[in-house]
């Protein structure tokens, strides 16, 4: 098992910027950032290997950035010139290497981008 724990998000307006944060309670190799808008399904943000690797959506290329520091099994989402359409619950993710092991979710964090 492991647990997240996320910090961050809030209200901002539009041009802005948050930076998200998420701890697992032990290492594991692919962490990231999942949003969920009204109506919507869950989606992709974005999301980085142990080893650095990151994988962004198109929507939130140029303006997010994905970091993680392994010491302290945390990944940070750094979101700049944010838009309205960026509201969402986020909700951090993290997986094993291994495919079939389960998926680990956070509790969620709200995004709320004024106009």
């Known amino acids: 098992q492991v647990q997240l724990v996320e910090s961050g998000g809030g209200l901002v307006q539009a041009g802005g910027s948050l930076r998200l944060s998420c701890t697992a309670s032990r290492s594991i190799f692919r962490m990231g950032w999942y949003r969920q808008a009204p109506g919507k399904q869950r989606a992709l943000v974005a999301d980085i290997t142990s080893g650095g690797s990151p994988n962004y959506a198109d929507s939130v290329k140029g303006r997010f950035t994905i970091s993680r520091d392994n010491a302290r099994n945390t990944v940070y989402l750094q979101m700049n010139s944010l838009k309205p359409e960026d509201t969402a619950v986020y909700y951090c993710?993290?997986?094993?290497?291994?495919?079939?092991?389960?998926?680990?979710w956070g509790q969620g964090t709200q995004v709320t981008v004024s106009s």
């Open positions: 993710n993290a997986r094993s290497y291994t495919v079939s092991d389960p998926d680990y």
